[in-house]
């Protein structure tokens, strides 16, 4: 009995653990962990896999695409978008990402690390209420894995 009780409370702790953080959703090469009540969706364009993450009252939208670099630097890619974005000058920061903003605060950045091994790069893309959504921004962020 002692046993059975003794499982039955490990389970109830990792349901709700599992609850508290959301669910692992799979976008073919990487992976996110979704918090509860958010939505997800994936679209697929050839190599280019978006997932796009939104809160449960859509005041804020993350997006992750991973793409493939085609031969071209990160610094030339984030100079890119952000010139057809109307953004900033990309700024290099000390993990190697290139960040600037765009649109009255949305906010983008740039990053391989090793990626850029695998031939790709993800663009990374927050717009809305971040300070509102800080814990689940946080967490989606520490909750990406590259396949």
């Known amino acids: 009995m002692r046993r059975f009780i003794s499982l039955a409370i490990i389970g109830w702790c990792l349901f709700s653990v599992e609850t508290a953080l959301g669910w692992v959703q799979d976008f073919g ?42 031969g071209l630097s990160l610094e030339e890619i984030a100079e890119s978008f952000s010139g057809g974005m109307g953004g900033t000058k990309p700024q290099l920061d000390k993990n190697g990402a290139y960040r600037f903003s765009f649109n009255e605060g949305a906010s983008a950045a740039l990053v391989s690390g090793r990626l850029r091994e695998l031939g790709y790069y993800m663009f990374v893309t927050m717009t809305g209420d971040v300070k509102g959504n800080l814990e689940a921004v946080e967490g989606l962020i520490d909750s990406l894995e590259v396949k």
């Not at 364009?45 to 085609?70: H, K, Q, R, W, Y």
């Open 29 to 70: 090469p990487f992976t996110l962990s979704i918090p509860d009540g958010w939505t997800a969706e994936k679209q697929v364009e050839g190599e280019i896999v978006t997932a796009n993450v939104f809160s449960p009252d859509e005041s804020f939208a993350f997006t992750f695409t991973l793409c493939p670099l085609m």
